[in-house]
């Protein structure tokens, strides 16, 4: 078998929002006359064991990680994004997957293989930032397409360029996991003193410094007086928020974040839609409100 991506449980429910926004979409545009186009812009290989061993919930883990066969009790294997896109029940005109993984990509030409005569795929090896131009510069057109982008990334590196790409073409909609406590807190150290690198990326993921005044604010008084920042106390939901107005700004609108969590109730993510249609604002806003009410009670479940 071959390397396969190893994922979490809550896997299972980003995939499952994902499915039914996907079905949703495709019944809206059934019988209008556009070529529907799906870009899976970080796609994976198209497969996934689920992890059961609940010791390593960690909300450290990322969601694909390289574990050998033998540390992992897997009990079973499931499609991923691209799988789950390709057998929507009415399917899209085209899809595009982009991974820059060889082994990965690999996979993908599996399934291309696997799909060959009813389904147009093109696999892109490459980022999900070249893979967004290339598509967004030539492959479309606003007369005559419509379109989704599910932006899955390992934490933050989705560059907020590549999103901004999409929302100008007016014709995709963007399904984003926001990774806030899986990536992007652990890159704001109390003391606001940010190595380079990582601030270079978050200046790439939110498109500006912004995030910088949402996290920290200037520390005042105290013992000693020290100047420097500190940590605002609300500074996770001002992230979201923020990223959440961006998106607004950028495609029209968005909709109520998803918050998955981990089987012990810990926030891992958020999934956030946005697009150019009130249609798919309600439709996102229901299904990804389902999950909200799950989630309640399983966090409801893990207090008791
Ligand atoms: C979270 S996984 C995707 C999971 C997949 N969407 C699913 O749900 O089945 C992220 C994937 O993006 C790939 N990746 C990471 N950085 C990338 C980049 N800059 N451009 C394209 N792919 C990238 C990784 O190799 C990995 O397969």
Redesign the pocket.
Known sequence: MPDI?V?GPW?KE??EA?ERYLDFYAKVLKNQRWRTIYV???????R?LVRANSAQEDESI???EPEPASDVDRTELI????R?ALNVANPFSRYVF????PA?CEELEAVKVEFDGTRQIDILR????D?ISWVTARQISKATHRGIA?L???GA?LEWASVEKLAATGIFEVVV?FALSMAIQRMLPNSGEIPAAWAKTLDAYFGSRAWFEEVYRERSGGLFNTPGFEKREEYADRLLQLYRARLKAAFGHVSTPRLIRNSKGAPLYYLLWAGPHTKGLQGADHILSMGESLSKKRGAAVAA
């Open positions: 991506a994922v896997a980003k995939l994902l899976d812009a970080f796609a994976g290989g198209g996934a990322p969601l694909f499609d991923g994004s691209p789950v982009v991974e820059n993984d990965r490459t980022s999900a930032a893979g599910f899955d990334p390992f590196n996991n």
